[in-house]
């Protein structure tokens, strides 16, 4: 499974960034009209380097999978495979509200198959396992589907106040989840 996603992850990120067109010009002022793609990227890319990293860590406490695991992280795959769709959508349209709304119902909908995956594999390895410890209460993950929430509104009103709320959500997760790491040092598998 794991191998599975880090491929379907490389996958996205290569399409992503086959989405980015060379400017026509050749000189620097040439890549101004660029701005809001690579910008678009980047975010995007921080995004699912986000989810890589935090599924990987998480997938270091798994022993087995079951087939409901296996179609939570099929589940989650979905809405990540919908990144460059989104992400080229809103550079193309410079921030405009529907596609930044868009992009953040994509990032909603991932959050919560992020979410569901780790609560699947809990039931499947038992609330005493080193997984659900590690996991805990889960809280930046649940504020994180909130703010998604919020920011998917805020977009009608003011789409730039939305890109910050998702870039917050990011730098939440920028770390890896030392949760993981910390407690299969402690208890390894």
């Avoid at 026509?24 to 910008?39: C, K």
């Amino acid at each position: 499974m794991e191998a599975f996603s880090d491929g379907v992850i490389a996958v996205i990120i290569t399409i992503m960034v086959l989405e980015m067109r060379a400017p026509n010009g050749a000189d620097v002022g040439a890549l101004r009209p660029l701005i809001p793609v690579f910008l678009s990227y980047v975010m995007s890319f921080v995004f699912l380097g986000i989810y890589w990293n935090n599924h990987h860590h998480m997938l270091q406490a798994v022993r087995s999978v079951n087939g409901r695991v296996l179609w939570a992280n099929s589940h989650l795959l979905f809405w990540l495979s919908l990144t460059p769709l989104v992400t080229n959508w809103m550079g193309e349209t410079h921030f405009a509200t529907w596609p930044v709304a868009v992009y953040g119902i994509v990032l909603l909908f991932a959050a919560i198959a992020y979410y569901i995956l780790a609560h699947t594999l809990v039931a499947h390895h038992g609330a005493t396992s080193t997984l659900a410890v590690a996991l805990g209460s889960d809280f930046k993950g649940r504020i994180s589907i909130v703010i998604y929430a919020v920011a998917i509104a805020v977009a009608f009103v003011a789409p730039l106040i939305s890109c910050a709320l998702y870039a917050f959500v990011a730098t939440m997760w920028l770390i890896p989840d030392r949760r993981f790491e910390r407690l299969l040092t402690e208890h390894p598998t």
